[in-house]
Every structure is written in C-alpha cells, then in structure tokens.
C-alpha cells in the first residue's frame, strides 16, 4: 500500500488503522515520508484516544469513524483536498477535550517530524533547494513540507512560519527554550 502511493502519488489516501501486516500509525508514518504530498484521512473503526492521537501526531490530514455516511466522507475527502482537517463529530468532541481551555497548541501538537524540520531550516533563512540538498528530499517534497507547515500553523508565508519557529523556541540560540 505505501509502495503504491509512493508510485501513484495520490492526492488523499484513505487508511485503516487495522491492516494485516503494518500498523496503520506506522504505515502513516512511511506514506508522509514516501508520498508526502498525499492528505491521509484515517477511516477506522477504532475510536480509542491512544490510536487517534497517535495517528494525528504521525501525521494524519483527518481521522473518521467507518461509521460516516457516505455523503459525509466525500464532504471529508473534498475538506482534506482544500487543505482542511476533517474529523467525526466524536473524535472533534475528543480532541477539544483533551486540550486544556485556554492551552496554547505547540508545533510539535501539530507537525510532523520531518515538518519540524523544515520549520527549524526554515527559520535558520534555508532556501528549498538548501533544504532539500540538507534533507536529501526532492525540492519538490521540501515545497509541499512548507505548504503543510503554512496550513497547519494557519501562517500566510515563510517570513511568518521563521517568526513563528523563533518565538516558540524551535531554533537553537534563539533565546528560548526548544519545546
């Protein structure tokens, strides 16, 4: 399955979290690696709060219960395209749950590794190509990282993800501790 998306490059990739050979997480994990500019909504049947989190860490655009209408998912495919992260109502109730009132979310909450990554080279005034040539990603793969970072952050360009990336304490001699 990541072999195939890795090939295909797809825009939305479906997963369940319960496969035969490969944990979804882990297989979430390799797609953001080997196909990183597919949006991957988790379509499951487990709704328990350590698969749900674990998959938002590793990277996940959505995460929906298999119980969705139809209609509803093609809504959700149709979100995740535009850049959206669509989740059930329940896993929405769970996730605004789990998150104090009035807690600040971290970039680490919402980014993958590898698009902290790319913050932190980013606030350092790394062009995409220098990135990619540090990396050893395509430049491609580097432009659609910061696409992520931008929508994730809800931040307009790379001037205000640095800013961003210093303010939180992400790089190093920045004056603030690494969170």
């Given at each position: ?26 297989a ?92 932190r080279l ?58």
């Open positions: 399955m990541v072999r195939e998306a890795a090939r295909l490059g797809p825009d939305i990739v479906l997963l369940d979290l319960a496969m035969p050979r490969l944990d979804g997480v882990a979430l994990g390799r797609l953001r690696e080997r196909a990183p500019g597919a949006r991957v909504i988790v379509l499951t049947s487990f709704g328990e709060d350590e698969r749900l989190f674990a998959a938002l860490r590793a990277g996940a655009a959505g995460f929906l219960l298999k119980d969705t209408e139809p209609a509803d998912l093609v809504r959700a495919i149709r979100t995740a395209q535009d850049g959206q992260s669509p989740l059930s109502p329940a896993v929405a109730t769970r996730v605004v749950d789990e998150l104090p009132h009035g807690a600040r979310v971290r970039a680490s909450d919402l980014l993958t590794p590898r698009e902290l990554e790319v913050l980013i606030a350092r005034g790394r062009s995409n190509k220098r990135i990619a040539m540090e990396l050893g990603v395509a430049e491609k793969t580097v432009k659609t990282h910061v696409g992520h970072v931008l929508a994730k952050l809800g931040l307009d360009d790379r001037t205000q993800a640095a800013l961003y990336a210093v303010r939180e304490g992400l790089v190093e001699g920045s004056g603030q501790r690494p969170r």
